[in-house]
C-alpha cells in the first residue's frame, strides 16, 4: 500500500458560491476564505459568486457547475441556518445524486467543540451530482474554516490515507 509520501497532490478545480442577501466581493469573508484555502491546499478556483437567499437563483448556479465537468467540487456558504430565507440545503438537496450523510453529521460534533448547542442550528450538507462533489457549509467565516480545515481539505487532498473523495472522481459516474 502507498503511503502518503510516494502520492502526489491532484488539484482540484473547486467553484465557490456565497449566499447571502446582504455580503458583496468587498465583505464576502467567508468566500475568500474558502478560496485562499483552497488555492494554498493547492487547488484552482473554477468560478465564485456571490447569490441571494433564493432557492432557484442558488440552484440555478449549482446546476451550471455540476453540468461543466471542468468543475470537480462546489462549496457553498450561507444559508443553512433555518430563519426563513435560508435555503441552501432546499436548492442543492434536490440536485444530489448521493448525499454524503456524515458530513453534516461530523460538521456538527466538530462545531459543538467551538459553538456548543448552537451548532444544532446548522443544516448543513454535502453529496454528489453528475460527479460533482457539493458541500454547504454556514455563512460565518469560523464556519467555512473549521468545514475546510477539519473536513474537506482532507477528503479532497489525493494524499490522504487511507482513503479520500478526491480518489474516488474517475468512479462516481460508474
Given at each position: ?14 467553484a ?5 442577501d ?6 464576502d ?40 465537468s471542468?468543475?470537480?467540487?462546489i462549496?457553498?456558504?450561507g ?16 440536485l444530489l ?29 454535502a ?27 482532507a ?20
Amino acid at each position: 500500500m502507498a503511503t502518503s509520501e510516494e502520492r502526489s497532490l491532484k488539484p482540484l478545480a473547486i467553484a465557490v458560491l456565497t449566499v447571502s442577501d446582504t455580503r458583496t466581493v468587498e465583505t464576502d469573508s467567508s468566500g475568500a476564505s474558502l478560496v485562499g484555502n483552497l488555492e494554498a491546499a493547492g487547488h484552482t478556483l473554477a468560478a465564485k459568486t456571490i447569490v441571494g437567499d433564493d432557492v432557484y437563483a442558488i440552484r440555478a448556479i449549482v446546476s451550471t457547475w455540476i453540468a461543466d465537468s471542468a468543475v470537480d467540487a462546489i462549496i457553498t456558504t450561507g444559508g443553512t441556518g433555518i430563519t426563513g430565507r435560508d435555503g441552501t440545503p432546499e436548492a442543492v438537496g434536490v440536485l444530489l445524486d448521493k448525499t454524503i450523510e456524515g458530513f453534516g453529521e461530523l460538521f456538527r460534533t466538530v462545531s459543538y467543540e467551538d459553538i456548543g448547542t448552537s451548532s444544532l442550528q446548522s443544516r448543513c450538507l454535502a453529496g454528489v451530482a453528475n460527479g460533482t462533489y457539493i458541500f454547504c457549509l454556514p455563512g460565518s467565516t469560523n464556519a467555512c474554516e473549521t468545514g475546510w480545515r477539519k473536513l474537506i481539505a482532507a477528503q479532497l487532498d489525493y494524499r490522504t490515507r487511507p482513503c479520500n473523495l478526491a480518489e474516488l472522481i474517475p468512479r462516481l459516474r460508474e
